[in-house]
């Protein structure tokens, strides 16, 4: 049982190496067959005749939402409002170093927005499943305020994953501010914390 779990975590390496240097038009079952070392049967065994498959296993690996979904839950369902504030912020900043450091998640995120993938559609609603618990109790602190977390949530996620998208193709500058670098990326971090902070403090004087 374990040579089969080490088996199929090896295929499910594979198509993160090809994903990584080839892009989703590399991942053909030939491909991460011999990439894993192993015989297309076996990929066929452990995950179906459908790629697809394979290929979900292996974002829900990568994804950041899908990996945290079972801490961010428990916690989201404390119900308390300065572990709402800290969870969110915390999301949020960690969202943050995750994408900005790992390559696999970009490109997965490009093939999200750049073609017509019922799969990647699919985790996109995944995701948005499990984001209604968190949403739905930081929202209880900003009911009868004309503060909408809904629509900060969006541009704050919108803007990480386009200030990271960006730097792959046209630099490290945005703003002025090196994204990059380590003074750039600890700005960012700050700021996450210091943009939801005055939007609870905001909620809270109406």
């Not at 894993?36 to 076996?42: E, I, Q, S």
């Given at each position: 049982?374990?040579?089969?779990e080490l088996t199929?975590?090896r ?8 994903f990584?240097?080839e892009?989703?038009?590399g991942?053909?079952?030939a491909r991460?067959?011999?990439k ?7 990929i066929?065994?452990y995950?179906g005749?459908?790629i697809?498959a ?6 829900v690996q990568?994804d950041?939402?899908?990996r ?5 839950s428990?916690e989201?369902?404390?119900n308390n ?8 912020i915390?999301?949020l900043?960690n969202?943050w ?10 490109h997965?995120i490009?093939w ?6 019922e ?8 995701r ?8 739905e109790m930081?929202e209880?602190?900003f009911?009868?305020t004309d503060?909408?977390?809904k ?7 919108g803007g990480i ?14 703003c002025g501010?090196?994204?990059k ?6 700005e ?10 005055w939007?609870?403090e905001n909620?809270?004087?109406?």
């Open positions: 049982m374990k040579n089969k199929k975590q295929i499910i390496n594979a198509v993160g190496e090809i990584k240097t892009g989703q038009k991942l053909k079952i991460i067959a011999a894993a070392g192993v015989d297309r049967a076996l066929y065994q995950f005749k459908d697809k394979l290929i979900e296993k292996y974002i990568k950041y939402w899908l945290f979904f079972e801490k961010i428990t989201a369902g404390k409002h300065e572990t709402s504030k800290d969870l969110v915390d999301i900043q969202q170093r995750y994408f900005s450091e790992d390559i696999e998640m970009q997965l490009l999200e927005l750049s073609g017509n993938s799969l990647m559609k699919s985790i996109h609603n995944t948005e499943l499990l984001s209604e618990p968190i949403l930081a209880t602190n009911v009868n503060v909408n977390f629509a900060i949530a969006v541009l704050l996620l994953y386009y200030a990271n998208l960006h730097t792959m193709y046209n630099g490290n500058i945005m501010l090196d994204i670098s380590p003074s750039g990326q600890n960012i971090i700050r700021t996450i914390s210091q943009l939801m902070g939007a609870y909620a809270e004087k109406k």
